[in-house]
């Protein structure tokens, strides 16, 4: 992933991260977004740093970058396992996913 300008909503920085003990390991998530999920060869999703970086330390975060929000969202809508977390990185609040308000 190359570095790019950071998804916001309302001013606020946005992350990623992936509970892996709910992961079913489907792989929708890297269908749709291939620069911020990948499967490891345990067959779960993890998400990527900037620098194409496989990211296996649980709870670990990436920021969502711009171009792909919708596409991070999706994942995270369409994800048999609801173990995909999108929040805010100010207050942890969870904006997209299963935590969401």
């Known amino acids: 992933m190359t570095v790019q300008e950071e998804a916001v909503i309302g001013g606020e920085a946005l992350e990623v991260w ?4 709910l992961c079913t390991g489907d ?6 977004a291939p620069e ?3 499967l490891d060869i345990d067959g779960l999703a993890y998400v990527k740093s900037p620098g194409d970086e496989l990211l296996q330390a649980p709870g670990a975060t990436t920021p ?3 171009p792909l929000l919708t596409d991070v969202v ?3 809508k369409e994800c048999p396992g609801d173990c995909i977390h999108v929040r805010r990185v100010s207050d942890r609040v969870e904006v997209f996913g299963p935590d969401a308000e």
Request: with cysteine.
């Open 18 to 21: 992936i509970d892996q003990d």
């Open 27 to 32: 792989g929708i998530c890297v269908q749709y």
């Open 74 to 76: 999706d994942s995270a």
């Open 64 to 66: 969502v970058p711009l």
């Open 36 to 38: 911020v999920f990948e």
